[in-house]
């Protein structure tokens, strides 16, 4: 406080002084208790990241070694909040974990329920993610059966990611494995999605899904190359018949080895959400 006799500029600068002195240390004390409350969550979410990429790059990855993330994936099912990066992580982790489960026949429903929660957490929050609507379509596929009503959760994935490579492979190859099943809309989806890989010239995905689950339906696929450059349908072909697939014919091409002969029964399909090479 000024004295009788210290000027009032004074006594002006010695009280701003003390102002930004206590501003600071308000602002010092906030970020001590920002940090306190948001590293958690870094960390967390730094590690669930980490799991994510290494899941969506098809490296095998088993129960034992997520085990370690246990806490972070039940705080992240806990949070009512949304934390998008957070939310979309968990929902792969959990993915994994039901495909484990569904391989080992171990605590199938508990891994299915705590995905279906993870996948609708990280929807409810961000609903534009054309991967987890493919994945809520197979995991309703394989807890209720395939039906009209789960067609819509594939529509979405289409409409929300026509062009991500790395989806289009993983969901061309679950759809084309049951190609006869979906309704004419989807179907035409599916083959113009394979033109598309080969228009972008994504040769080694289109080669994969044609002699893979694309395999019994070649000719509608390869129909629908009508609108694809010669050149790229060309380069295609010609690769196809380098290992052993004869493309030119009329009549149906066969194999030169049966036994590469395709087989994708449910087993197969249970893993494709996750199971087939990806580029995140």
């Known amino acids: 406080m000024a ?3 210290e000027p009032r500029g004074e006594a002006i600068r010695r009280a701003g002084v003390w102002l930004a002195r206590g501003l600071l240390a308000a602002a010092a004390c ?3 208790a920002w940090g306190a ?17 290494v ?3 098809n490296v095998p990855i088993s129960d034992a070694e997520l085990d370690a993330l246990g806490p972070a994936l039940a705080r992240a099912a806990a949070r009512s909040d949304c934390m998008p990066a957070i939310d979309r992580s968990t929902a792969v982790i ?3 974990l039901a495909e484990n489960a569904l391989a080992s026949g171990d605590r199938v429903d508990a891994r299915m329920g705590e995905l279906d929660a993870a996948i609708h957490k990280s929807l409810g929050c961000a609903p534009a993610d054309p991967y987890l609507w493919l994945v809520l379509f197979w995991l309703r596929n394989i807890r209720q059966g395939l039906t009209d009503a789960n067609f819509d959760l594939l529509r979405m994935s289409y409409r929300l990611g ?15 494995a049951m190609f006869d099943a979906l309704p004419p809309d989807l179907s035409g989806a599916v083959v113009a999605e394979f033109a598309r890989l080969v228009k972008t010239e994504l040769y080694t995905e289109a080669i994969d899904l044609l002699k893979g689950p694309g395999w019994a339906h070649r000719e509608k696929l390869l129909a629908g190359l009508a609108t694809v450059p010669k050149r790229n349908v060309d380069i295609l072909t010609r690769t196809m018949a380098d290992i052993g697939y004869d493309l030119d014919r009329r009549s149906p091409a066969e194999r030169r080895s049966l036994e590469r002969e395709p087989n994708f029964g449910r087993d197969e399909l249970a893993r494709m959400p996750s199971g087939a090479v990806a580029r995140p």
């Open 3 to 5: 004295t009788p006799s």
């Open 30 to 32: 906030s970020s001590v």
């Open 37 to 53: 409350t948001t590293l958690p969550d870094f960390v967390d979410q730094t590690r669930l990241d980490g799991a994510r990429d």
């Open 55 to 57: 899941i969506l790059r």
């Open 94 to 96: 959990r993915l994994r």
């Open 162 to 176: 026509p062009n991500e490579g790395w989806i289009v492979v993983k969901r061309s190859a679950m759809a084309l």
